[in-house]
């Protein structure tokens, strides 16, 4: 069946440093692909996401790469901040079988201070 | 805007009981969706709702999970009888899902379920 693979599945970086998480899927349909941010206690929050007919998309520090061809995406955080520690999902939405959306496993973000 | 309002937040239920938890999505959103999410994992889909039809509950364990959302609104995800496995997080999400194709989910805070 479809599948999201993510690595890694912890990080752990210094306070001003750049973190890159890696997802590959598995369903050439797919066609959106989302990142979610989910901090202890709550739901995952959407941060941003790309879609199959873009390369790249940069939202201040946060920016995604697509490869469809590799089908890779990947989440870039520049500068990061204490802040940013949580578990991030990447995930892969495909239109067959009304739009259903695979997520990866999570990476456990450490920044530290 | 609201977000997607769940309850109850925290249930403890011993096996072979049932539970039922409660989803509001965010006003005007057409699908709605119920995710178990076990620790330490992403979350996984049981079902999706399209207004108040079925869109896909191809991984809901159909001889003890039942789910219904009524005049397309709010949904009920029932466990009947609960197993130790089903402890987990249960989190509802809504999405526009506009004829654009707008896939954006919207989470709720989730359900934790412990099953003793």
């Known amino acids: 069946g479809e599948n999201v693979e993510q690595h890694p599945s912890t990080l752990s970086v210094q306070e001003g440093d750049s973190a890159v998480i890696k997802c590959t899927y598995s369903d050439s349909a797919s066609n959106y692909f989302p990142w979610y941010k989910q901090e202890l206690g709550k739901g995952p929050q959407l941060i941003i996401d790309i879609r199959s007919n873009v390369g790249e998309k940069k939202d201040q520090r946060i920016a995604v790469t697509l490869n469809k061809t590799a089908k890779h995406f990947s989440l870039h955080i520049t500068e990061t901040q204490p802040e940013d520690s949580a578990v991030y999902f990447c995930a892969a939405s495909s239109p067959t079988g009304g739009f259903k959306t695979i997520f990866g496993a999570g990476t456990r973000l450490f920044v530290k201070a | 805007e609201a977000g997607v309002a769940q309850s109850p937040r925290y249930k403890i239920i011993e096996k072979r009981q049932s539970v039922a938890f409660w989803c509001n999505p965010i006003?005007?959103?057409?699908?709605l969706y119920w995710y178990q999410q076990i620790l330490g994992q992403g979350p996984k889909l049981l079902i999706q709702?399209?207004?108040?039809?079925?869109?896909?509950d191809s991984q809901l364990p159909k001889d003890r999970f039942s789910a219904e959302r009524l005049k397309g609104v709010d949904s009920t995800l029932k466990i009947q009888p609960a197993k130790l496995e089903d402890s987990a997080v249960y989190l509802c999400?809504?999405?526009?899902?506009?004829?654009?194709?707008?896939?954006?989910?919207?989470f709720g805070p989730g359900t934790r379920l412990t099953v003793t």
């Open positions: 006003s005007g959103h057409a699908t």
């Open positions: 709702f399209q207004n108040n039809g079925v869109v896909d």
């Open positions: 999400a809504s999405s526009p899902r506009t004829s654009g194709g707008e896939y954006e989910q919207y």
